[in-house]
């Protein structure tokens, strides 16, 4: 394959964990409270060049909204199984949008998945891997910046979710 350039690169990621001693679907509950579905109308503004429009609702919008979400627990029953998990997409366009002005890769992790799961021992744990880490193999001091932010407000929500 002559037309083809292949590179791979190891970057290190902060993989983080928070726990929470609180029911299942009391912590699900509260995220999906705390940040709710983005509007998906949004998107279509912008497909129809109503940007203008889609920035003030954007702007209206909590910190961090739900892009999407799958039930991973659901899967497990292939294997005979019986556990919750549910892994969601987490995010806010206009952060995105911040990093993929300066770096277009940067939109590969936006939004950020966040697992939210039940272990063995009925204690609830959203894990995720830390946003300043993952954005940060881009060396770029404007995603850098945007990253931060998004680290601080992904772990308030989470925590907030948790307790």
Wanted: hydrophobic letters at 40%; aromatic letters at 6%; a negative charge.
């Amino acid at each position: 394959m002559a037309n083809v350039l292949y590179t791979t690169q190891t970057i290190p990621i902060d993989h983080v964990t928070i726990r929470s001693l609180k029911p299942f679907e009391d912590v699900r509950a509260r995220l999906e409270a705390l940040a709710p579905r983005i509007d998906d109308g949004i998107f279509t503004l912008l497909r129809y060049g109503e940007s203008t429009r889609a920035l003030r609702e954007l702007e209206a919008c909590p910190p961090l909204t739900i892009f999407g979400q799958r039930d991973h627990g659901a899967l497990l029953a292939i294997a005979g199984l019986t556990r919750r998990s549910i892994q969601y997409d987490i995010g806010n366009p206009l952060t995105a949008s911040k990093m993929t002005r300066h770096q277009l890769s940067a939109g590969l992790y936006a939004p950020i998945r966040v697992l939210l799961r039940e272990d063995g021992d009925d204690v609830v744990g959203f894990e995720y891997d830390r946003p300043a880490s993952v954005f940060g193999q881009f060396g770029s001091e404007e995603v850098n910046a945007v990253a931060e932010q998004l680290d601080r407000d992904l772990r308030a929500l989470l925590e907030a979710a948790a307790n």
